[in-house]
């Protein structure tokens, strides 16, 4: 009866080998990296992420696998834990909590000019690393080719990199695993002695915070260390050589020739010389990931706060503020004039705020087709 018993408990244990058969071929993985970064992080040497796919390191790693079943517990497209989270959050609806809503854009002027919309995202985790509230943020710069670059950095001299949007994945979980590995001189000039204590800031696509808020559930590090949670607002993301193929064919640029890009219904791309180029988003349908095809998420509904441009004014960002700690920050970043809010006639702003839930709603159900 025992062994009957304990057979089935083994049996109903998911592991990676179940990751790889319902999700990373059934080309649902969005290549968030949760898996890699916490088997990593466990030094059980078993798993790895190629480009954008995690696999085996090798058939021998493969026995190394201890068959915990966390990566396929704490998978974002696993489908595992959803409603246990959706409580501890106060999730309703695809939407999420929302405690506020405002529209707001930097007022440092240098952040103003690299920031995507706003700038808010940038200012935010400035204000943190300047207050001292943490002592890390995970970001994602780029390379000269637009190729992301997911990043633990430990400076707010190193923002201005990471600022603006590149639409192709940033694996932003992976640089959590090396969390154990963080240079002795930067813990020294940081006065980190003891890792565990970290404060550690996160952006990312709603997808990635989905996994994140997984771990926090599970309480399994890396995750621990993540005291503010960012998500952007996301309505696709695409596969970064068939996007900028796509371009270079259709359009003849690179993307080392691209200073930013933006989507406003079409595809626009604002060249190193400023010229700006348009593409119909209909064209760059191929590049589209095909999980995000399936993806229920625009505001990133598991966050402390989410940034979009979708419903703001020129120039500015849309926050939604989820719970205290979102909240408590957004205020403190208004009372210190560290960005600047969009003010509308008084009586307008609560219809201005019901507008937006309408505007972000009509987003999720037009992702959901
Ligand atoms: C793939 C993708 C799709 C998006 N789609 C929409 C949309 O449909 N509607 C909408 O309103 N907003 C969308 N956004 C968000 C929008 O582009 C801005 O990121 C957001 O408005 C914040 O602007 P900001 O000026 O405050 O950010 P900034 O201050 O410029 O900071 C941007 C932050 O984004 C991070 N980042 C950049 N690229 C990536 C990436 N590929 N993955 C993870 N993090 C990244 C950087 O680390 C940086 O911290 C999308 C973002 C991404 C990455
Ligand atoms: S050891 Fe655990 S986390 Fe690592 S691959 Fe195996 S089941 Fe997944
Ligand atoms: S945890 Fe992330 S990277 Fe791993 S299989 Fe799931 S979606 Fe892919
Ligand atoms: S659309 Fe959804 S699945 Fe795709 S990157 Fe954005 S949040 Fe992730």
Known sequence: MTESISKKEKDDVKTFKDLEKKVIQERLCCACGACVAYCESQSFDVIEIDGYTPKFKSKEN??????CGLCYYICPQSGTLEDLIAQDLDIQDE???????IAAKTTKEAIEKVGQ???IVTTI?????EKNLIDAAV????DEELHTIPKLIFDKEDLLKSAGTRYSISSQIIPLKDLYNIPLEIQEEKGIYDIDQMRVAFVGTPCQVKALRKMQYLSIKPAHVIKYVISLFCFENFDYSTLYGTIEKNKGIKP??????FIKKNFYIQKTDDEMIEIGIKDLDPAVRSHCKLCDDFTGRYSDISVGSTGAPEGYSVTITRNNTGQKLIDSLLSGNYIDQYIHPRDEESAWKEKRKEIFKKMISRKAK
């Open 139 to 142: 970001v994602s710069e780029h």
């Open 256 to 261: 080392s020739e691209m200073k930013k890009t």
């Open 125 to 129: 985790l400035y204000y943190l690393f």
């Open 62 to 67: 493969e026995d190394n696998c201890t068959e």
């Open 95 to 101: 939407l999420g909590h929302v405690n506020d809503i």
């Open 117 to 119: 919309d706003g700038g």
